[in-house]
């Protein structure tokens, strides 16, 4: 397995978090900006557009995640320069969106800009969640929660920027300012990852590549499959695959369409929407936190049971009752459905890490984020479809159905994990970090 070592293990993983509280933020800016820009006074947009462009960014995070996850396996160097890379190229698609005209050019630019910031979005997940997982090997559910947790502020905070800097020079300035600033961030990520993380090949596995240069193209792919893919391909990961895929489906819909909902469903002002579910992603990011700590003391299956099957509980109850109850209510059930839903923000995530081994780890995970990416795509695109054509309760019990689903396949695989071992899990043996 590469060696990796770090001179402040701690800093590095600050600045990691750092490049997730980035990625977020302009990976979901965009969607977020939606509940302005979809306006007839601005682009005029309808709800099936707005979630084709939000499926065509996830199919192409999707794709582009895979190629991370291979590249970052094999050329070390790429773990330090893919997320200042991604952050850049998230950078460039405001500027692009900025410039977007009304009527159908407009859209045409609009497909350009979710393009490019997929292709950005895609280069951190692979690398920075295994490097994680390798700096922290026995703190995995903690580190990678935190990671999620204060990563997620990026995305909480969107929708308020939005309406706020809306109102004082609007979307387009606000994407613009913050195109600049995320070119500047892009750089000095750059000289942070190259100062605080150091990955070497051992002497076995430099051996193996030399032996790989003289293989043709045909023999290195089916030495891939043999030696990587057959290892990732198990029973449990591709469980956790359609899980991961399942419950993405209802994070992509909820950051997307949260705020939209609030305004179209329940006639609650734009500028109060943004705000109110700048907290309820909050509240999402802490609990995200939570279900690290609780996934390090119990079956990791067990924290995906737990937020899904609440998840779905309370999407019931406001499929059933949320016409009939006061707007207070409403939101409440809404802050403790992302409460459930966050908490198993990197159950998926660890579970991949626990059942690859650590030479294949930026492949697998990047397989996570890939696979469930192009099943959940259709997911906004659907939902927008629904909002078009029937009332916007049914979307709602669109995303009960895609809870039940998670589930489902969650349980399973606590059911497998099960039959392996108990259910808490063992103490981890505490190790010198700076070691």
């Given at each position: 397995?590469?060696?990796i070592?770090?001179?402040?293990?701690i800093?590095?993983l600050?600045v990691?978090?750092?490049?997730h509280?980035?990625?977020?933020?302009?990976?979901?800016v965009?969607?977020?900006?939606m509940?302005?820009?979809?306006?007839?006074?601005e682009?005029d947009?309808?709800a099936?557009?707005?979630?084709?462009?939000?499926?065509?960014?996830m199919?192409?995070?999707?794709v582009f995640?895979?190629a991370v996850?291979?590249?970052?396996?094999?050329w070390?160097?790429?773990?330090?320069?893919f997320?200042p890379?991604?952050?850049?190229l998230?950078?460039v698609?405001?500027f692009?969106?900025?410039y977007?005209?009304e009527?159908?050019w407009g859209v045409?630019?609009?497909?350009v800009a979710s393009?490019?910031?997929?292709?950005g979005?895609s280069f951190?997940?692979p690398?920075?969640?295994?490097?994680?997982?390798d700096?922290?090997?026995?703190?995995?559910g903690l580190?990678?929660?935190?990671n999620a947790?204060l990563?997620?502020i990026?995305?909480?905070?969107?929708?308020?920027?939005?309406v706020?800097?809306?109102?004082?020079?609007?979307?387009?300035?606000?994407f613009?300012i913050?195109?600049?600033?995320?070119l500047?961030?892009?750089?000095?990520?750059?000289?942070?990852m190259?100062?605080?993380i150091?990955?070497?090949?051992?002497?076995?596995?430099?051996?193996d590549?030399?032996e790989?240069?003289?293989?043709?193209?045909t023999?290195?792919?089916?030495?891939w499959?043999?030696?990587?893919?057959a290892?990732?391909?198990s029973?449990?990961?591709?469980t956790?695959l359609?899980y991961s895929?399942?419950?993405?489906?209802?994070?992509?819909?909820?950051t997307?369409?949260l705020?939209?909902?609030?305004?179209d469903?329940y006639?609650?002002p734009?500028?109060?929407?943004?705000?109110i579910?700048?907290?309820?992603?909050?509240i999402?990011?802490l609990t995200?936190?939570?279900?690290?700590?609780?996934?390090d003391k119990?079956?990791t299956?067990?924290?995906?049971?737990?937020?899904?099957?609440?998840?779905?509980v309370?999407?019931?109850?406001i499929f059933?009752l949320g016409?009939?109850?006061s707007?207070f209510?409403?939101?409440?059930?809404?802050?403790?459905?992302?409460g459930?839903l966050?908490?198993s923000?990197t159950?998926?995530?660890k579970?991949?890490a626990e059942?690859?081994?650590?030479?294949?780890?930026a492949?697998?995970?990047?397989?996570?984020?890939a696979?469930?990416?192009?099943?959940?795509?259709?997911?906004?695109w659907?939902?927008g479809?629904?909002?078009?054509?029937t009332?916007?309760?049914?979307?709602?019990?669109?995303l009960f159905?895609?809870?039940i689903a998670a589930l489902?396949?969650s349980?399973?695989?606590?059911?497998r994990?099960?039959r392996?071992?108990k259910?808490?899990?063992?103490s981890?043996?505490k190790?010198?970090?700076y070691?």
């Amino acid at each position: 397995m590469p060696e990796i070592k770090s001179s402040n293990p701690i800093l590095a993983l600050v600045v990691l978090i750092f490049g997730h509280f980035l990625n977020h933020f302009y990976a979901y800016v965009l969607a977020a900006a939606m509940l302005v820009i979809r306006l007839p006074s601005e682009m005029d947009l309808t709800a099936g557009q707005v979630g084709m462009l939000s499926m065509l960014q996830m199919l192409v995070f999707a794709v582009f995640s895979l190629a991370v996850g291979i590249i970052g396996d094999r050329w070390l160097k790429s773990k330090k320069v893919f997320i200042p890379i991604g952050i850049v190229l998230m950078a460039v698609h405001l500027f692009i969106a900025a410039y977007a005209p009304e009527g159908r050019w407009g859209v045409t630019v609009l497909i350009v800009a979710s393009i490019t910031v997929g292709i950005g979005a895609s280069f951190y997940h692979p690398v920075a969640y295994a490097a994680i997982a390798d700096l922290y090997e026995d703190k995995k559910g903690l580190t990678m929660a935190l990671n999620a947790g204060l990563g997620m502020i990026g995305t909480s905070i969107t929708p308020g920027l939005v309406v706020t800097f809306d109102r004082l020079v609007g979307w387009r300035t606000f994407f613009i300012i913050f195109g600049i600033v995320g070119l500047v961030l892009g750089v000095l990520m750059y000289f942070a990852m190259n100062k605080l993380i150091d990955y070497k090949f051992t002497k076995e596995e430099i051996k193996d590549h030399e032996e790989s240069k003289s293989l043709n193209n045909t023999d290195k792919v089916r030495k891939w499959f043999r030696t990587d893919l057959a290892v990732i391909i198990s029973f449990a990961v591709i469980t956790c695959l359609f899980y991961s895929a399942f419950r993405s489906g209802i994070f992509k819909i909820t950051t997307q369409w949260l705020s939209i909902i609030f305004v179209d469903l329940y006639s609650i002002p734009t500028f109060e929407a943004g705000w109110i579910t700048v907290i309820l992603l909050v509240i999402g990011g802490l609990t995200a936190i939570l279900g690290g700590i609780f996934s390090d003391k119990f079956k990791t299956s067990m924290t995906m049971i737990i937020s899904m099957g609440g998840s779905a509980v309370i999407l019931l109850i406001i499929f059933l009752l949320g016409s009939t109850i006061s707007s207070f209510w409403i939101i409440t059930l809404y802050f403790i459905f992302i409460g459930f839903l966050y908490f198993s923000a990197t159950a998926g995530t660890k579970y991949v890490a626990e059942n690859v081994p650590q030479s294949s780890r930026a492949t697998g995970i990047s397989l996570l984020f890939a696979f469930p990416s192009l099943v959940a795509a259709l997911f906004p695109w659907i939902f927008g479809l629904i909002l078009d054509n029937t009332e916007i309760i049914w979307g709602i019990g669109f995303l009960f159905l895609l809870a039940i689903a998670a589930l489902i396949t969650s349980i399973i695989l606590l059911t497998r994990d099960m039959r392996k071992s108990k259910l808490r899990t063992k103490s981890a043996t505490k190790v010198n970090i700076y070691e």
